[in-house]
């Protein structure tokens, strides 16, 4: 186990998989919130279009996306993020991730608008408030206080479906190094809990601390 963990990059690979973490949670809040308006915009053709990315998003596996990415995005149509083949297959990544999450980070976030009683915002129209400065100074921020658990489930599972970037990545995230170390020294359960020992550091103090957040804020409410 020690020529291992000096033969291999093993912190190297687990930063790689928080940075793909952190950028593609922002990218995922960023686009499932404009989602969540617009499922709830009085606008039909909005909502429309917002079920539509769920739906679709929702149903289709990610390492679909992460194939269709490189073979259709970056190869076939050269829309390519960066000269770099390995960069570019990164940064393909952190918009998979980003553009998945997003669909269940938008149904969190409307399942929090949906918890919000209807006076407030009927009481928010009554004053002059247009939709989006209600779903601004009124709604949106009591949703977010009411998704929190679903957010931070979310967030869990998008930490651990960053394995699933090896497919185009190879071996620069956690998962990619598994599968070449356990092609060059062959299977062994010290090395596989040593990778499943690193997820668990990455997820654990998140849930922990998701679910004081949201006892604590439950209680205010």
Request: aromatic content about 8%; overall charge positive; charged content about 10%.
């Amino acid at each position: 186990m020690g020529d291992i963990i000096g033969n291999y990059d093993i912190l190297g690979a687990f930063w790689v998989t928080i940075q793909l973490s952190v950028l593609s949670a922002l990218g995922a809040l960023v686009v499932g919130t404009v989602l969540a308006v617009f499922r709830v915009s009085p606008v039909r053709v909005l909502r429309a279009l917002g079920a539509f990315y769920v739906n679709v998003l929702r149903n289709t596996p990610l390492t679909l996306l992460m194939v269709f990415s490189i073979l259709g995005m970056s190869i076939i149509l050269g829309l390519q993020l960066s000269e770099d083949q390995a960069r570019d297959s990164y940064w393909w990544a952190v918009i998979m991730l980003s553009v998945y999450h997003a669909a269940f980070v938008c149904e969190a976030i409307r399942s929090g608008v949906n918890t919000i009683p209807a006076g407030q915002a009927e009481a928010a129209r009554s004053i002059g408030l247009t939709f989006g400065q209600s779903m601004r100074e009124v709604l949106l921020p009591q949703a977010f206080r009411g998704a929190i658990a679903p957010l931070g489930s979310t967030l869990i599972a998008l930490i651990k479906n960053t394995t699933v970037a090896a497919v185009i990545l190879g071996t620069a995230e956690a998962a990619g190094l598994l599968a070449q170390i356990t092609e060059n020294e062959g299977a062994s359960l010290p090395t596989f809990f040593v990778f499943a020992l690193g997820f668990v550091v990455l997820t654990l103090p998140i849930g922990l601390a998701v679910t004081s957040l949201s006892r604590r804020l439950a209680v205010k409410r």
